[in-house]
């Protein structure tokens, strides 16, 4: 008898599954979904959550998002911060036990690590150093045409130890370096504010960036990038530089690009480096196929204009590259709008409009936002993490970067996903066949939304101002 009405029972949970399997209902299709959150309010700070979302067959209604692998962008080559002098400063400082930590915490990619991939570094000081200096100082009237007497000098102290730390924790990170002023004897107004590089020094300034790159090879530090000047049409920073287009493209043809060549460099030449509303700017040096064939793309900010920009600068030339090199958050930080705004602008919005790189400002601040250059340097810009001895205490920038850095490899190409209202995007195809769908609920209430890859649906729920980073194979 308990046989039979075993029996019984079986065919009737078969023909119940059967019949789940009928009309508008979904199937699941054992594809899980790595499901990473940040909320704006921070009830959860990328955190890998437990209930993952789950792919069925897709028999009903279109998906609010639609991943297309088949239509792709650009490749990526990282995400990242920049190393300035004082956010190397901070981390010398810490014992040696609790800086390797943070740094295998911000370079690694295992565990909860978040992989940063591309970094920035000045070229001599920024306006982030305790000091203003150059690698090639000299006593008022002298010059040193063929730079016998250029050398790294206060990067040796911070700089450099902290690059090799990290190369050490991640060999292949890219490192891009960038001027924000020539040595002052370079310059028409003898100043590190300001002024504009003499036509008389542009050969010995290409020899400066040619020597920059030769001796930081030297120290096993492969720059893989460079831009030509750090907001050149911003030069009341300390230290700055007026260079205008039509200058830039004469230095880069003239000078800097045949030095490169002479010297069998391979380091990408990137110019602009400035902000969103000059599109022009670039593209009148891309116009100029002499400078246009140095060149490997143009980079931006956006402390001015709107992001599109860049696709307008690829529209003009899409043979060269676009790259986001800065961008600021200002102390102390506002988590519920910094967050989902550099989110919104650039994790997604400068992906989507061709960049290959999103890189935040400072790497690592104090309490006191120092150091900072007097007449012009910047006292409130926050790091991605602020460093109080061998406290750490993680702000916005670092999580904005932690939902792209650790999925979004290098090598992973940008895919198609369809703009939806209050719900921005951006999905990519990493090399080693994952997807990435990295999603903002920018409306001012809880979302539950669907994506779809091929014939496969997920669904998910993002609280207002939150930001999921999806994964799956």
Same mark, same amino acid.
């Given at each position: 008898?308990?046989?039979?009405?075993?029996?019984?029972?079986?065919?009737?949970?078969?023909?119940?599954?059967?019949?789940?399997?009928?009309?508008?209902?979904?199937?699941?299709?054992?594809?899980?979904?790595?499901?990473?959150l940040t909320n704006s309010d921070k009830s959860a700070l990328f955190e890998e959550q437990k209930t993952q979302p789950a792919f069925a067959d897709n028999t009903g209604a279109k998906a609010d998002i639609v991943i297309n692998?088949?239509?792709?962008?650009?490749?990526?080559?990282?995400?990242?911060?920049?190393?300035?002098?004082?956010?190397?400063?901070?981390?010398?400082?810490?014992?040696?036990?609790?800086?390797?930590?943070?740094?295998?915490?911000?370079f690694s990619l295992d565990g909860n690590n978040i992989g940063i991939s591309y970094m920035r570094v000045s070229i001599g000081a920024s306006d982030l150093n305790e000091t203003i200096f150059s690698y090639n100082d000299l006593p008022q009237g002298q010059k040193d045409l063929n730079m016998e007497k250029f050398d790294l000098g206060p990067d040796k102290k911070d700089v450099i130890p902290i690059l090799k730390e990290i190369l050490a924790i991640n060999p292949d990170i890219k490192i891009l370096g960038s001027p924000w002023s020539p040595p002052v004897w370079m310059k028409d107004n003898n100043d590190t504010r300001g002024g504009s590089l003499k036509p008389e020094f542009y050969d010995a300034y290409a020899k400066y960036f040619v020597r920059y790159v030769q001796d930081m090879k030297k120290e096993g530090i492969r720059i893989d990038a460079i831009t030509v000047q750090n907001e050149p049409l911003h030069p009341g920073n300390n230290p700055s530089l007026l260079m205008l287009a039509k200058d830039q493209a004469t230095f880069v043809k003239n000078?800097?690009?045949?030095?490169?060549?002479?010297?069998?460099?391979?380091?990408?030449?990137?110019?602009?480096?400035?902000?969103?509303?000059?599109?022009?700017?670039p593209i009148s040096i891309l116009n100029d196929p002499e400078a246009k064939?140095?060149?490997? @793309?143009?980079?931006?900010? &956006?402390? /001015?204009?709107? $992001?599109?920009?860049?696709?307008?600068?690829? =529209?003009?030339?899409?043979?060269?590259?676009?790259y986001f090199t800065e961008q600021w958050m200002g102390a102390p930080g506002n988590f519920l709008e910094d967050f989902p705004d550099h989110i919104k602008k650039l994790t997604i919005g400068s992906t989507r409009n061709w960049s290959r790189t999103v890189l935040e400002w400072n790497l690592s601040n104090n309490p006191e936002?120092?150091?900072?250059?007097?007449?012009? @340097?910047?006292?409130?810009? &926050?790091? /991605?993490?602020? $460093?109080?001895?061998?406290?750490?205490?993680? =702000?916005?920038?670092?999580?904005?970067?932690?939902?792209?850095?650790?999925?979004?490899?290098?090598?992973?190409?940008?895919?198609?996903?369809?703009?939806?209202?209050?719900?921005?995007?951006?999905?990519?195809?990493?090399?080693?066949?994952?997807?990435?769908?990295?999603?903002?609920?920018?409306?001012?209430?809880?979302?539950?939304?669907?994506?779809?890859?091929?014939?496969?649906?997920?669904?998910?729920? &993002?609280?207002?101002?939150?930001?999921?980073?999806?994964?799956?194979?």
């Amino acid at each position: 008898m308990m046989t039979t009405i075993c029996k019984l029972a079986g065919v009737f949970m078969l023909t119940c599954l059967l019949s789940c399997n009928n009309g508008n209902s979904q199937v699941q299709s054992g594809r899980s979904v790595s499901f990473w959150l940040t909320n704006s309010d921070k009830s959860a700070l990328f955190e890998e959550q437990k209930t993952q979302p789950a792919f069925a067959d897709n028999t009903g209604a279109k998906a609010d998002i639609v991943i297309n692998d088949q239509e792709t962008y650009q490749t990526i080559d990282g995400f990242g911060f920049t190393l300035t002098g004082g956010s190397a400063s901070h981390l010398v400082k810490m014992s040696a036990a609790s800086r390797a930590a943070l740094l295998k915490e911000l370079f690694s990619l295992d565990g909860n690590n978040i992989g940063i991939s591309y970094m920035r570094v000045s070229i001599g000081a920024s306006d982030l150093n305790e000091t203003i200096f150059s690698y090639n100082d000299l006593p008022q009237g002298q010059k040193d045409l063929n730079m016998e007497k250029f050398d790294l000098g206060p990067d040796k102290k911070d700089v450099i130890p902290i690059l090799k730390e990290i190369l050490a924790i991640n060999p292949d990170i890219k490192i891009l370096g960038s001027p924000w002023s020539p040595p002052v004897w370079m310059k028409d107004n003898n100043d590190t504010r300001g002024g504009s590089l003499k036509p008389e020094f542009y050969d010995a300034y290409a020899k400066y960036f040619v020597r920059y790159v030769q001796d930081m090879k030297k120290e096993g530090i492969r720059i893989d990038a460079i831009t030509v000047q750090n907001e050149p049409l911003h030069p009341g920073n300390n230290p700055s530089l007026l260079m205008l287009a039509k200058d830039q493209a004469t230095f880069v043809k003239n000078n800097l690009g045949p030095a490169f060549k002479a010297a069998n460099i391979d380091t990408k030449i990137i110019i602009y480096d400035h902000n969103a509303d000059k599109p022009e700017y670039p593209i009148s040096i891309l116009n100029d196929p002499e400078a246009k064939k140095y060149i490997d @793309g143009s980079a931006f900010h &956006l402390y /001015g204009g709107q $992001i599109e920009a860049l696709s307008e600068v690829h =529209n003009a030339h899409p043979d060269k590259n676009l790259y986001f090199t800065e961008q600021w958050m200002g102390a102390p930080g506002n988590f519920l709008e910094d967050f989902p705004d550099h989110i919104k602008k650039l994790t997604i919005g400068s992906t989507r409009n061709w960049s290959r790189t999103v890189l935040e400002w400072n790497l690592s601040n104090n309490p006191e936002n120092k150091p900072y250059t007097d007449r012009g @340097g910047c006292d409130r810009c &926050l790091g /991605g993490v602020t $460093i109080d001895k061998d406290n750490v205490r993680r =702000n916005p920038a670092y999580y904005v970067v932690a939902h792209a850095s650790k999925f979004v490899r290098p090598g992973s190409v940008r895919i198609a996903s369809n703009e939806v209202p209050n719900l921005p995007n951006v999905a990519f195809k990493t090399p080693d066949g994952k997807k990435v769908l990295i999603v903002l609920n920018d409306s001012d209430a809880t979302k539950t939304f669907t994506f779809q890859d091929g014939k496969d649906v997920a669904s998910a729920t &993002l609280k207002r101002g939150a930001v999921g980073t999806f994964v799956w194979e």
